[in-house]
Structures are given as C-alpha cells and as structure tokens.
C-alpha cells in the first residue's frame, strides 16, 4: 500500500502485488478480454490493462489504482 500511495508516484510495481492489494481491500478481480480486467467492489467498478510485456505497472496505471482505492474508501 505504501508503494501505491507514495509521491512521487511509483512507476516500478509489480502489477501482481497491486491486484493483491485490490484482492486484500476487497475488491473482486473479473477477467476479460486480452490483458484487460475489472476490479470491482460493491457497486463500484474499474478497467485496467495489465502491463506487457514487462510486469511493472507504469505511473499512469498506479495513478488510476490509487485513485480507485480512495474512492471505495482505502486509506494509506
């Protein structure tokens, strides 16, 4: 989570351990097509890319996850 919430924004996280970070808040993982998938909490819900080839997400993918989190009411 600190990774996540850390500034400047962190663009070396495995996108592995955010998903596990989603998974840990509660939020349901859905698969979808190609590299896309749906976290989901309540009745809140968000596309993301995983990252490829490489497994770190960019700053712009932690951006939205953190963003997500705050707005099911994760705090750091």
């Known amino acids: 989570m ?4 850390a500034d400047p924004v962190n663009g070396n996280i495995e996108w592995r ?3 596990a970070l989603l ?3 509660g939020c ?3 698969e979808g097509g190609g590299s896309r998938v749906a976290v ?3 009745d809140m819900k ?4 995983r990252p490829h080839p490489g497994k770190e ?3 712009y993918r932690v ?5 997500f989190l705050k707005a099911i009411g994760v705090k750091p």
Do not use: M, Q
Not at 63 to 67: H, K, L, M, T
């Open 23 to 25: 998974k840990a808040s």
């Open 46 to 49: 968000a596309t993301f890319h």
């Open 63 to 67: 951006n939205a996850v953190r963003d």
């Open 57 to 59: 997400a960019l700053r």
């Open 40 to 42: 989901v909490f309540g």
């Open 2 to 5: 600190k990774a996540v919430f």
């Open 28 to 30: 349901g993982i859905i």
């Open 17 to 19: 351990k955010i998903e």
